[in-house]
């Protein structure tokens, strides 16, 4: 086993270094980073390759990463960027023809299912405002941290969530709208 | 504040938390994660061995729309006999640091101020217009605000002149002098073609509402390439011809850019399941399904003006932008120049565009850190403005839509 340093640290000890390093990650993050693959595709399988996919191509950049302190965001670019281009490459959304809801949907009590239905209509938005969005609602990330990810402006970000928002408005139920929410007060 | 504004976001928010807050699943392994790290480090290996030397030109089956393209990926893949003999690569480190600065872009490009235009410097303009095309027929501009999916003519002094139109993609030939776009109404969709320079040259191709055509560039001044993209994500491609006709071009994953001057296309052949693909580049005057090459070592880009070259990269998008760029021959696929980065860097460029037969610009992005800068087909590479700090995630500097095909 060749030495590679003064220390006494051989390739095979740092290799089982950094797969430990990089499994303790993986398994604290996975179920976070499915739960953000599912909102961008919109079913189960599509979001455990992308998530697979996506580790795969972190843990051949592992070491280059993990020293800028990020790797959240990097995996999250990763899987955006990934997710893209499999859309533009024109095979993902022939896979969505099998679409299924997550194992225990939940309705919540409280808004009468109506925002269930917002789901339905943040599935008919184009990729890239899909992306703003669980980013920014559900990542809670800032328009600075979305921008990044998506390699876009900031005041791309913002038209880009603005529009969505529009037209969850405007294509969501009656019953989302302003007026039919102040006439239920 | 807009209460109901913040009511939609704070329902949305929840929503999407419902979605997937009892989303359940196998956890991967480690051999699930390294199994799939393998397959892809293995077909890059592949790809750069067959690639590397870059004077051959490479032919594979192509993938129809029917699969993935797995199938393929995994035939033998057959070097052709290159005509000429290859010649000397120029081969640059990419860096950001200690560049020479040369001359100010040749094309316009656009920061949060507003538009830098090659002649006139920096003009203000709506930051949500994001391509700009001179129209001297009618001295002003045609824009395209991609965040409301329209298209806008705008005044000498870029007011705008009304008429905007709900449109999808814009495609320009690489002296302007056409453009082509898809304008939508209830029920139809119109493939324009227009001239900046002569208000009564124009062509027009009726489709149906489905599927949502969108023009991608030119094998010709009066040839539009396009892309039919169907509710389920299919893709077909086809040549608007100017007798009225379509020209379909079957067997693609997808169209990534077209050059009017040698009438070529290049697109991307296969995609396997583990993201990898193959690209190629038609020359529908030869065959309309058989590639002249075909790599499997990049994705492909935008030709060179002239239509000598055409820009490649990595076939796989690793999250950090383009980590590395290729000038390809044309013609052959023969490597001309690359520009790679050491190891340890972390700098990528972004929307990297040709600014004129032998040069290409591009955002270059190390850190916080934002320049422009020239990368030439002999492997120069300079500086071409000020580089900014940006403030984080923020990309400063962007190029037009419709020269971007990265």
Not at chain 2, 86 to 100: C, F, I, S
Request: glycine share 10%; aromatic share 6%.
């Amino acid at each position: 086993m060749q030495t590679l340093t003064g220390t006494g640290v051989t390739m095979g000890d740092r290799a089982q270094v950094r797969d430990a390093e990089f499994e303790a990650y993986m398994q604290a993050r996975q179920p976070s980073l499915l739960r953000t693959a599912y909102l961008l595709t919109g079913n189960r399988h599509n979001a455990e390759d992308l998530v697979q996919t996506s580790l795969a191509k972190l843990y051949l950049a592992w070491d280059k990463v993990q020293d800028r302190g990020s790797v959240d965001g990097y995996v999250r670019r990763i899987m955006v960027n990934e997710n893209n281009s499999l859309w533009r490459r024109g095979w993902k959304k022939r896979e969505h023809a099998s679409d299924t809801l997550p194992e225990h949907p939940v309705v919540d009590e409280y808004d009468e299912g109506r925002s269930s239905q917002l789901w339905e209509v943040v599935q008919t938005l184009p990729r890239k405002q899909r992306a703003v969005v669980v980013l920014r609602y559900y990542e809670q990330l800032t328009e600075a941290e979305v921008a990044e990810i998506l390699g876009i402006s900031v005041g791309t970000v913002k038209s880009q969530a603005s529009r969505a928002l529009a037209t969850l408005r405007g294509r969501a139920p009656e019953s989302l709208h302003p007026r039919h929410s102040e006439e239920e007060r | 504040m807009n209460t109901h504004h913040d009511e939609l976001e704070q329902l949305l928010g929840r929503q999407l938390h419902d979605q997937v807050d009892h989303l359940g699943g196998h956890p991967l392994s480690l051999g699930d994660v390294t199994g799939r790290a393998g397959r892809i480090r293995r077909n890059r290996r592949i790809a750069a061995g067959l690639g590397s030397a870059a004077a051959v030109a490479i032919i594979v089956p192509v993938a129809v729309f029917a699969g993935r393209g797995v199938d393929d990926a995994d035939r033998p893949i057959e070097p052709a006999p290159s005509p000429d003999a290859p010649t000397e690569v120029a081969r640059t480190t990419l860096t950001l640091t200690g560049l020479e600065r040369g001359d100010a872009p040749g094309v316009e490009y656009f920061t949060p101020d507003g538009v830098v235009l090659p002649e006139d410097g920096l003009r203000r303009l709506d930051p949500s217009y994001q391509a700009l095309v001179p129209s001297p027929a009618d001295g002003g501009w045609i824009a395209v605000d991609p965040p409301r999916d329209s298209l806008s003519y705008l005044s000498e002094d870029f007011q705008p002149q009304g008429g905007s139109s709900k449109t999808a993609g814009l495609a320009t030939t690489p002296d302007r002098a056409w453009v082509s776009w898809t304008a939508t109404e209830a029920g139809a969709q119109t493939l324009l073609l227009h001239s900046t320079t002569d208000p009564e040259a124009g062509m027009a191709w009726d489709f149906p509402e489905l599927p949502e055509v969108s023009p991608v560039g030119f094998v010709a001044e009066d040839r539009v390439v396009f892309e039919a993209t169907d509710r389920k994500g299919s893709v077909e491609a086809g040549i608007a011809e100017p007798d009225g006709s379509v020209t379909p071009l079957p067997g693609l994953v997808g169209v990534m850019s077209a050059d009017p001057v040698e009438g070529r296309i290049a697109l991307q052949t296969t995609v396997n399941d583990d993201a990898s693909g193959c690209s190629g580049v038609l020359d529908p005057a030869v065959s309309t399904t058989e590639p002249i090459w075909e790599t499997c070592d990049h994705s492909l880009g935008a030709f060179s003006p002239d239509g000598r070259y055409v820009m490649a990269s990595s076939p796989y998008g690793d999250g950090l932008g383009l980590t590395r760029l290729e000038i390809l021959d044309a013609g052959t696929g023969e490597l001309v120049a690359e520009f790679t980065q050491r190891r340890s860097s972390q700098i990528a460029l972004v929307m990297p565009v040709w600014e004129s037969a032998d040069a290409i610009v591009a955002v270059g992005v190390e850190g916080e850190t934002q320049t422009l800068v020239r990368l030439g087909v002999d492997g120069t590479l300079e500086e071409v403005v000020e580089p900014m700090q940006g403030e984080f995630g923020d990309l400063y500097f962007y190029f037009g839509e419709d020269r971007t095909r990265f």
